[in-house]
């Protein structure tokens, strides 16, 4: 048995839902927080030295064993990240961008690392436009070499490495190589979406080769899945840091790649690629401190504008799950989105007026526009007026270590597999980013959402993202780390989160497992989850809504600080999901 299957079948037994540490039977009067519990099915995985939640068990064991190692939070971050790169390709990614929030518990300095990924130099408002009809090509916006933007993940994931973590690039790399080099064991749920997207995987002749064999079949489940060519490229970077990737051998695959196919990627953008680290957009709700991402994420400034809006309101009280609740939610987050449409894009391009959008002032005047009794149509609710000066398969994961650091980290290729280009002689998938631009005013982009001046294409922009990674504070300590993929409903997905913890007082279990709700201004519609209370939306109907059944909503990966211990929770809404604690 080779190392690779050994270490799938150890993730296997260290998150088959036993709780790290054993506790004695909860007996009547046992303390609500107590680790074993029987009053309720929903139980966190429990820690005290430290807790790895992300989408693929094997990728938290990776994270586990760095921690074990003595290495601290952002080296088990960093080796996460890598390691979702091969058994994750839908989502996990070193050709794509994303967000990381960090909390270092020796300063107590929160902040966040943008490694989003840009338009090229040679993009512009146009480049998606058709010169005959003025229509936007879709296909070449969202499947072309031109939808590739400049990948950020292997610059952010070093540079969180480089300035906060502990251990070498070597060292932490070292998993995700063996991952790809000796393979792992093909899941039921990555086969299916492989097959799933033949049409779109079968495209280019590198990506078919990778994911379908001579027969042309997906790859099998329980089948050992190779990746030789992604395992030298992270090689490469292991051994020449990542020089390698933005202006050396893989830059040229890269180039190479686009030129063959009329892209817009040149080594020139490769090789100017900067990571910015940005203060964390923060606000309070009910006591807590909120940290989140702040442009060119829409995520952190929504999740806190609606924070503020919903703190007028006795939601406990509303019950969970009400219809009072669902329709107070749901008029909330119509209004941040309108919002969004108008005053979000790229900080570096658009002066995006966050002070007035997460201001409680702001805040308090939406709560006073909702009527709890009735419905404002989508068509009667407009951005609104700041003062003068001012994927669905993404995928997260959360970790924290012993000395109480935390990292949040969402990161993407946009559309499940990206633009499905693989790089030949570099194996791995390039993102479609720049569907996520406003490619012409009015014309909703990627997940239906509606943009306009602030998030149009320009060269060396970042576009607008709804990624939220979040910590919520109880007395300068993360007491929640949590964050979610699912496009649009990022946002609204990690919101309930923070209500179904501070105000109905959920275990993570339960306010993980909690059936969501999502709208978002247009289509004027109320998105949800087939686990969702059926009288509440009965109630809903009756109001007016245009209530939608949905599939799974985000898949939130959290940790939660009480009482001395961590305790962990991945979200089941995506198969293979796994939490693992450290004693």
Same mark, same amino acid.
């Not at 490619?439 to 602030?454: C, D, I, T």
């Given at each position: 048995m080779n190392?690779?299957?050994?270490l799938c079948l150890l993730a296997a037994l260290l998150v088959s839902g036993l709780p790290a540490l054993a506790g004695k039977p909860q007996q009547s009067g046992t303390p609500k927080h107590s680790i074993l519990r029987y009053d309720t099915i929903h139980r966190p995985l429990v820690g005290e030295g430290g807790m790895v939640v992300s989408q693929r068990a094997i990728a $938290?064991?990776?994270?586990?064993?760095?921690?074990?190692? =003595? =290495? &601290?939070?952002?080296?088990?971050?960093?080796?996460?990240?890598? %390691?979702?790169?091969?058994?994750?390709?839908?989502?996990? !990614?070193?050709g794509g961008g994303g967000f990381m929030l960090l909390h270092l518990?020796?300063?107590?300095?929160?902040?966040?690392?943008?490694?989003?990924?840009?338009?090229p130099l040679a993009a512009n408002e146009d480049v998606f436009i058709d010169g005959e009809s003025g229509d936007v090509d879709h296909q070449a916006q969202r499947a072309s070499h031109r939808s590739v933007a400049v990948p950020g993940t292997v610059a952010g994931l070093h540079h969180a490495l480089s300035k906060y973590g502990t251990m070498s690039l070597d060292e932490v790399l070292k998993p995700a190589i063996l991952l790809a080099r000796d393979g792992f064991l093909m899941d039921y749920d990555t086969s299916s979406a492989i097959a799933t997207r033949k049409a779109m995987l079968s495209r280019w002749k590198s990506t078919e080769a990778l994911f379908f064999g001579s027969n042309g079949k997906a790859v099998e489940p329980g089948e050992l899945f190779v990746q030789p060519e992604l395992a030298n490229t992270l090689q490469k970077i292991a051994e020449q840091g990542i020089d390698a990737f933005y202006r050396g051998a893989i830059a040229r695959l890269i180039v190479d790649e686009m030129q063959r196919h009329d892209g817009l990627i040149t080594l020139q953008d490769l090789a100017s690629y900067r990571v910015f680290e940005r203060e964390a957009v923060t606000g309070s709700y009910r006591g807590y401190k909120i940290a989140s991402m702040p442009p060119p994420s829409s995520g952190g400034i929504h999740l806190i504008q609606m924070l503020n809006v919903l703190e007028n309101f006795p939601i406990k009280k509303m019950g969970l799950q009400s219809a009072k609740t669902m329709h107070l939610?749901?008029?909330?987050?119509k209004r941040a989105y309108a919002?969004?449409?108008?005053?979000?894009?790229?900080?570096?391009?658009?002066?995006?007026?966050?002070?007035?959008?997460? $201001?409680?002032?702001?805040? !308090?005047?939406? %709560?006073?526009?909702?009527?709890?009794a009735s419905v404002v149509p989508s068509s009667e609710i407009y951005p609104g007026q700041a003062p003068a000066e001012e994927s669905i398969d993404t995928t997260h994961y959360s970790v924290v270590d012993q000395w109480g650091n935390a990292v949040s980290n969402t990161y993407t290729l946009n559309f499940s597999f990206g633009? *499905?280009?693989?790089?030949?002689? *570099?194996?791995?998938?390039? !993102? !479609?980013?720049?569907?996520?631009? $406003?490619?012409? %005013?009015?014309?909703?982009?990627?997940?239906?959402?509606? =943009? *306009?001046?602030? &998030?149009?294409?320009?060269? =060396?922009?970042?576009?607008?993202s709804a990624m939220t990674p979040t910590m919520v504070f109880k007395e300068g300590k993360p007491m929640l780390v949590t964050g979610s993929p699912g496009g649009s409903r990022i946002i609204s997905t990690v919101l309930q989160q923070i209500i179904n913890v501070v105000d109905h007082d959920l275990n993570i279990a339960e306010a993980t497992h909690a059936g969501r709700i999502h709208h978002q201004w247009f289509p004027d519609q109320i998105e949800v989850e087939a686990?969702? &209370?059926?009288? $509440?939306?009965?109630?809903?109907?009756?109001?007016g809504y245009k209530v939608v059944p949905s599939g799974t909503m985000g898949s939130l990966q959290s940790i939660v600080w009480r009482d001395g211990r961590y305790?962990?929770?991945?979200?089941?809404?995506?198969? *293979?999901?796994?939490?693992?604690?450290?004693?």
């Open positions: 190392r690779a299957v050994s $938290s064991e990776v994270g586990a064993q760095i921690l074990r190692q =003595g =290495g &601290n939070a952002i080296d088990a971050a960093v080796g996460v990240g890598f %390691a979702l790169a091969v058994v994750l390709p839908r989502a996990g !990614n070193i518990a020796d300063t107590q300095r929160t902040f966040t690392i943008d490694y989003r990924e840009t338009a939610l749901a008029a909330t987050m919002d969004r449409s108008k005053h979000l894009g790229d900080p570096g391009f658009y002066p995006v007026p966050q002070a007035w959008l997460t $201001s409680k002032e702001y805040g !308090n005047q939406l %709560a006073q526009q909702i009527k709890l633009s *499905g280009i693989l790089v030949p002689g *570099g194996g791995f998938l390039l !993102n !479609n980013e720049m569907a996520d631009f $406003s490619a012409k %005013a009015g014309v909703p982009y990627a997940f239906g959402l509606l =943009g *306009g001046e602030a &998030n149009s294409v320009q060269p =060396g922009k970042r576009p607008l686990s969702v &209370n059926a009288d $509440s939306l009965r109630i809903l109907e009756s109001m305790y962990g929770t991945a979200d089941p809404r995506r198969p *293979g999901a796994g939490a693992v604690g450290l004693r």
